[in-house]
């Protein structure tokens, strides 16, 4: 197949997406505002330079539609609910494809009628809709989208590199003791929702406690100067590492060192670092959102929290740190959990049957076949 892609460049999202279906062998390409090389796909800009939203979108739609009919895709597949899902729809090629990612469901679409409405207008022109959770895809069909064909497909983890025991120096590299406790967030710093404010704020009453945890604050996007400074506001010490961006060849071992993997939002769908954390074997304290919550069951392989409390959070972090046994327990429950339910290479796969569906003129069934 020849695939066109309309998603977020220099996302590892969407590299890991993409490189899948050139290694299976189909000509893919991305077309994107946020140019970045990926090994097998070919990168086709579609910026402006307008900074006037209305007409840069309108500018960069007669460029995608160019593009479409020079490289005739068998398909399209647009990832992102606004913004790119705007240039899909209007775009007016089928098969059209849309797969949603969080906030572009949960909260862009709500801000002003506008985006409601554009949005609703996209779900009303793909033909098959994807996204990682049952939740999501409820809150796709309350704006409006055909259940029908609406599939559940994880981002998925690589499970031969995300194991129990990755190899690493992480604790070497960073000053950490080998018997100290790791507690370790790396959600992004790009949205106040990901309280990761929250989360410096329950240092110090950890590091009272106990005094030999170690925290690692890290993020794939955005700038973590705010929170580096509120760090210093609340004098803490050196167990505190701030480490920016963690190239995801290394992320295994980071993970597979920590002892608590937080990840404490008040809006998101499931999160890939979760997934990734607990076939890691790492135990996991969640916000109670549904999307992370059809994964982990509190009490039985993690903690749930309410998202911005932060005493709750402290508490939590406080009885994993105090009971290895928990701890074990929930990495040995989290690791089987992954396994069974999110193989990258197998939600991929069917992805990819989906789109042969499509391709074929088949309307893809629940199951994926037609």
């Known amino acids: 197949m020849r695939i066109a892609y309309l998603s977020i460049g220099g996302h590892i999202h969407t590299e890991r997406w993409l490189r899948y279906f050139v290694r299976a062998g189909h000509d893919v390409h991305l077309l994107t505002v946020q140019p970045a090389p990926i090994e097998g796909v070919t990168i086709h800009d579609i910026r402006t330079g307008i900074p006037f939203k209305p007409l840069h979108y309108a500018v960069a739609l007669a460029k995608v539609k160019r593009i479409l009919a020079r490289i005739a895709p068998d398909l399209l597949h647009t990832h992102f609910l606004t913004g790119y899902g705007y240039w899909g729809a209007f775009a007016g090629f089928h098969p059209f494809i849309m797969t949603v990612w969080g906030d572009d469901v949960y909260v862009t679409p709500h801000e002003t009628a506008l985006k409601g409405s554009l949005a609703r207008t996209v779900l009303s022109r793909a033909d098959l809709i994807t996204g990682d959770s049952e939740d999501i895809l409820t809150h796709v069909v309350k704006m409006g989208g055909d259940p029908e064909i609406c599939h559940v497909v994880q981002w998925g983890v690589d499970l031969d590199r995300f194991r129990p025991n990755a190899d690493g120096a992480v604790r070497g590299e960073l000053g950490i003791p080998a018997d100290a406790h790791v507690v370790i967030s790396i959600r992004s710093f790009t949205q ?123 508490d939590a972090i406080l009885r994993l740190i105090r009971d290895p046994a928990m701890r074990a327990r929930f990495a040995a429950a989290g690791v089987e959990k992954v396994q069974q339910g999110a193989d990258h290479a197998k939600h991929m796969a069917r992805m990819e049957a989906l789109c042969e569906e499509l391709v074929a003129g088949r309307r893809p069934t629940a199951d994926g076949e037609g």
């Open 192 to 314: 106040a929702y990901y309280n990761i404010d929250t989360i410096v704020r329950t240092i110090p009453r950890v590091l009272a406690e106990e005094p030999e945890t170690h925290y690692i604050i890290a993020g794939n996007e955005g700038d973590d100067s705010a929170l580096r400074e509120l760090a210093r506001s609340l004098d803490l010490d050196d167990r505190v590492h701030f480490v920016g961006r963690i190239p995801h060849r290394e992320l295994p071992a980071y993970l597979a060192t920590s002892d608590v993997f937080l990840t404490v939002p008040s809006v998101d769908a499931t999160p890939v670092s979760l997934l990734e954390a607990m076939a890691c074997g790492a135990p996991v304290i969640i916000s109670n959102l549904e999307s992370a919550m059809e994964w982990v069951t509190d009490g039985e392989n993690g903690l749930v929290v309410r998202p911005a409390e932060q005493e709750e959070l402290e």
